[in-house]
């Protein structure tokens, strides 16, 4: 079992920056590949990035490559997103979640999930 708690979310204008942070318990938690989703007001859970076990594997949606940054530090059970030049349609809640099988795109592959932190970007 791992439990995971996201912070860092926020009210932000448009080009700002923000680094959420998905802390999590369970001494595996560095051997799980992890994460970040993000779900806007009416919208489709969407994949944003995730990060391998090892700080490899790394992949972005195409809507924030260039801009987000997914890293993590296994000592501190924390994975981290960091999000510059950030823009009004960013606007949504962000999860991260453990990874379990299947494409790591579709939210179905993961197994564990947080509660979710907001963020939104003012025009």
């Known amino acids: 079992q791992v439990q995971l708690v996201e912070s860092g979310g926020g009210l932000v204008q448009a080009g700002g920056s923000l680094r959420l942070s998905c802390a999590a318990s369970?001494?595996?938690?560095?051997?799980?590949?992890v994460g970040w989703f993000r779900q806007a007001p009416g919208k489709e859970r969407e994949f944003v990035a995730t990060?391998?076990?090892?700080?490899?594997?790394?992949y972005y949606a195409d809507s924030v490559k260039g801009r987000f940054t997914i890293s993590r530090d296994n000592a501190k059970n924390t994975v981290y997103l960091q999000m510059n030049s950030l823009k009004p349609e960013d606007t949504a809640d962000y999860y991260c979640?453990?990874?379990?099988?299947?494409?790591?795109?579709?939210?179905?592959?993961?197994?564990?999930w947080g509660q979710g932190t907001q963020v939104t970007v003012s025009s």
């Open positions: 990060i391998g076990w090892a700080g490899g594997s790394i």
């Open positions: 979640a453990v990874y379990n099988s299947g494409s790591y795109i579709n939210r179905g592959a993961y197994r564990y």
């Open positions: 369970g001494r595996t938690f560095s051997s799980y590949t």
